[in-house]
């Protein structure tokens, strides 16, 4: 079946750094989304992304998909204690109305 | 927008009694609701795909008689673990999307089998 690595699986920072984690495939994705969990509670969607080659931001956070359609990265900037938590890539081969595909994860941590 | 209630957010209850976990999305329609297991330091697990008015569909090893889902209408759908024993205790997570829009979760539902 389909997988997605994502990796790193974990980052340790401090606070004020930036944080790069990306998500490969060997299919191809028409949608790819990025979500962050906190501990105890539902993941909550940080950015979706439609199109090859499309960069998007949301605040601090910026995601890409990949020209291939077989990544996306996504980057945050001046890292604060509140971004700790578990992200994770999702893919999906339709508009997002079908199941998705989700990567294991990155655990961050930011130290202040 | 795009809120997903989901309750209760914890239970605890003893083994043999069926647990009923409902998904609600606040302030638009899901066409699709998506039922996921999440173990601890682990990913989600989709269980379960249901659009409103039909039957759900269970992925490879999900028992339906087990985890029984009803979408009865447009902005609720329903989880029952029938009889529960302790491993299926965990953490289930439902999502909601409308028509080509991406998933929303809510915030889970903890479930401790004693």
């Known amino acids: 079946g389909q997988q997605l690595n994502q990796s790193p699986q974990s980052m340790f920072i401090q606070e004020g750094e930036d944080v790069s984690m990306n998500c490969t495939s060997s299919?191809?994705?028409?949608?790819w989304l990025w979500y962050k969990q906190d501990p105890g509670e539902g993941p909550v969607l940080l950015i979706a992304?439609?199109?090859?080659?499309e960069l998007t931001s949301n605040g601090r956070l910026t995601a890409q998909f990949g020209i291939t359609r077989k990544d996306s990265f996504l980057n945050i900037s001046a890292s604060i204690p509140s971004d700790v938590g578990i992200y994770f890539c999702?893919?999906?081969?339709?508009?997002?109305?079908?199941?998705?595909?989700f990567g294991k994860g990155t655990k961050l941590t930011v130290n202040p | 927008g795009a809120v997903v209630s989901q309750h209760p957010s914890r239970v605890i209850c003893k083994s043999g009694t069926s647990v009923k976990i409902e998904c609600r999305s606040l302030?638009?329609?899901?066409?699709?609701m998506f039922w996921y297991r999440q173990f601890p330091k682990k990913s989600l697990m989709l269980m379960a795909t249901?659009?409103?008015?039909?039957?759900?569909?269970?992925e490879q090893g999900v028992e339906k008689d087990k985890f029984l889902i009803n979408h009865a209408s447009l902005t609720l759908s329903t989880l029952t673990v029938t009889s529960a024993h302790p491993e299926d205790s965990s953490f289930y997570i439902c999502?909601?999307?409308?028509?080509?829009?991406?998933?929303?979760f809510g915030d889970g539902t903890r479930l401790s089998i004693l």
């Open positions: 249901s659009n409103e008015g039909s039957k759900a569909t269970y």
């Open positions: 302030d638009f329609q899901a066409t699709t």
């Open positions: 992304l439609y199109k090859a080659g």
């Open positions: 299919s191809i994705f028409n949608t």
């Open positions: 999502s909601a999307m409308d028509r080509d829009q991406p998933q929303h």
């Open positions: 999702a893919g999906s081969t339709q508009g997002g109305s079908e199941k998705l595909v």
